[in-house]
């Protein structure tokens, strides 16, 4: 195992070096915050208003940020800080790399230069900014630093700002439960336990609620593993609670709310969302499942250079939230957040996809983003998390996993049956998540779920990718040596993979050879299993090989994600939509008989016998 770290270590940095520098910074690490010095201004000045947010039960807000400097500088820039509070007194002890004050030993959660907005500022000395707040369980404070990002001079701070209910229950996030049947609700909110009690009222639409209890979880500090999570990047997550819906009927719409039960016997309520339970297995209807990876946050008020980091984000986004009527789940197969140790920014992601992962059950994948950093027990011995190894994405989010630090997991949807690995931890022959992989394929039903999906983070597979091409791979090192007998033997029909940010789409293989010509429509027995990678959901775009990968069928170098649509039992169409438009630039259709599924092809038979 150590040996194939070091390996991992060292293929991942060819991949920043290909990349051309640092893969995915997270753009408040640009922030020397321990380099800040204190040189306030005595006529400089920086004003927040409105004072009080979420008067009318908002969960976002514009604020408008007033600044007056009389020496402006083109690198002057305001940072928003909470809670409001962030000076020395705040610092636990480990802070304490530096002595002299004033010491901020906590990031900003967003920043954006003063004349982004007014190139006039450097003349004038006055600005305005609107930046769009989120509530996030603490109160708001601004400050004005010169100095550029690499020597913060602080000149100013502001009031400070409140959400009317800091606490608020907000940001759902539904998920399937391990049974068809139930559905999982997570939300987070600034509510311990010894507080308020915590539950999901909820019931067919239009028809009498009932109500589920739900538990809860935090971390802390403690629980990281190091680098920014662990200093400046770390900010408390509030509490984490989840609620088992179960006894469903099959697509039933169902609304929902959240609440909390204080102490003097008041209530606190959520909105009220809805959702549309999942369909019988194996029922015979139309489901359609978007999948995508690698998506990051945007900021739409343009804060925080995100539209460097992750220019795709908002775009795929939106592109879902417009046609949120034509889909029924989504996979996002890891790198999620790309908070990379800024907890801070996992609310940021939260709000961002509200809209879709409150209306449909939202199935995530782990990937290095969000797992590894060494000497933590992932697979690859790199330092992507920026000191999560995988923490704030077990507990925000809900998996049917046995062990969600084991990230792995199976979940059905009508005719589809998932099977979705972890590609931070080991995945090889003889090992536990191995054992997983072929028992979740072994058990699928062909006859009632005849599309089976295989689906992770890391190109297990293949990809024309320039890194995979420099090294001969094209694929992770030791990926489908290890697993293309088990997609052969039981006939996954797609396996799709993120990490690559760009869409490629491979033929019917096995062992390095397509086994159908066929480009488009493929019907009767297929072979071998199609290759996607979908990993253009928002973040950097990666380029292609220059050599000539003859199984590569299609490739973009764009934003996108993937649908898959099941019309029946013997039809599935596959499309590739880029995030701009949303309109369709590469598909494919399957269809077959059940038979079909059963016939034996190249290493997916099972001995027979010709008795008398």
């Not at 996979?331 to 992962?357: K, R």
């Amino acid at each position: 195992m150590c040996g194939s770290n070091a390996a991992s270590h060292a293929s991942s940095h060819r991949y920043q070096t290909l990349a051309g520098g640092k893969l995915n910074e997270q753009p408040l690490s640009e922030i020397a915050i321990h380099e800040a010095v204190l040189a306030l201004h005595e006529n400089a000045s920086i004003k927040a208003s409105p004072y009080v947010l979420g008067l009318k039960g908002e969960d976002t807000e514009w604020v408008t940020i007033q600044v007056d400097h009389p020496e402006p500088s083109a690198d002057d820039w305001v940072a928003v800080f909470s809670p409001a509070k962030f000076n020395g007194s705040t610092c636990s002890f480990e802070d304490y790399t530096r002595i002299q004050s004033p010491y901020i030993c906590s990031s900003p959660i967003k920043f954006m230069n003063v004349s982004y907005v007014n190139p006039s500022y450097t003349k004038m000395g006055k600005s305005s900014l609107r930046l769009q707040i989120i509530n996030q369980r603490a109160d708001f404070s601004f400050a004005l630093f010169s100095g550029g990002l690499s020597k913060p001079k602080l000149k100013a701070v502001s009031n400070t700002i409140t959400f009317a209910n800091p606490k608020a229950p907000l940001y759902p996030r539904l998920a399937h439960g391990k049974s068809w049947d139930e559905m999982t609700i997570t939300w987070s909110s600034g509510y311990n336990i010894d507080e308020a009690v915590p539950f999901v009222e909820w019931g067919m639409k239009g028809q009498h609620q009932s109500r589920s209890p739900a538990g809860t979880l935090t971390f802390t500090r403690n629980d990281m593993c190091g680098g920014a999570a662990r200093s400046v990047g770390w900010r408390d997550p509030g509490f984490i609670h989840t609620a088992f819906l179960k006894n469903l009927w099959p697509n039933m719409v169902y609304t929902y709310r959240m609440g909390h039960m204080l102490q003097n016997g008041e209530y606190v309520w959520s909105k009220t969302y809805s959702f549309k339970a999942s369909p019988y297995p194996g029922q015979n209807s139309l489901q359609r499942v978007i999948i995508f990876g690698d998506m990051g946050k945007g900021e739409r008020d343009g804060a925080n250079a995100y539209s460097n980091k992750h220019p795709g984000a908002l775009n795929t986004t939106d592109t879902l939230i417009k046609d949120l009527g034509n889909f029924d789940m989504v996979l996002h197969i890891g790198d999620m957040s790309y908070a990379n140790g800024y907890i801070s920014q996992w609310d940021q992601f939260l709000a961002q996809m509200e809209p879709i992962t409150s209306k449909v059950p939202y199935m995530v994948a782990s990937g290095n983003h969000e797992r590894d950093w060494p000497n933590s027990g992932s697979f690859y011995d790199t330092d992507d998390s920026g000191g999560e190894c995988g923490v704030p994405a077990e507990t925000l989010f809900y998996v049917p996993a046995e062990n969600r630090a084991k990230f792995w997991y199976s979940t059905d949807y009508g005719m589809f049956r998932f099977c979705v690995a972890d590609t931070e931890h080991d995945w090889r022959i003889g090992t536990e998540q191995y054992a997983f992989i072929e028992k979740c394929l072994a058990s699928a039903n062909r006859h009632k779920q005849p599309w089976l999906i295989f689906a992770a983070h890391r190109v297990l597979g293949y990809s024309s990718n320039k890194w995979y091409g420099l090294e001969g791979s094209f694929e992770e090192p030791m990926g489908r040596e290890h697993l293309q007998q088990l997609w052969q033997k039981y006939k996954v029909d797609i396996a799709i993979f993120g990490h690559v940010h760009n869409y490629e789409r491979v033929c019917p293989i096995y062992q390095n050879q397509c086994v159908n010509d066929e480009k488009s429509h493929y019907s009767g027995t297929v072979n071998g299993t199609i290759h996607i990678v979908a990993g253009g959901g928002g973040s950097h775009l990666a380029p292609f090989t220059e050599m000539d990968t003859v199984w590569s069928i299609h490739k973009d170098h764009d934003y996108g994600f993937v649908k898959l649509t099941a019309f029946n039992q013997s039809s599935l169409l596959m499309e590739y939509k880029k995030s701009s438009d949303g309109e369709v630039y590469d598909s494919f259709t399957i269809t077959r008989e059940y038979r079909d599924v059963l016939a034996c092809v190249h290493d997916g038979c099972e001995p027979t016998t010709l008795a008398d």
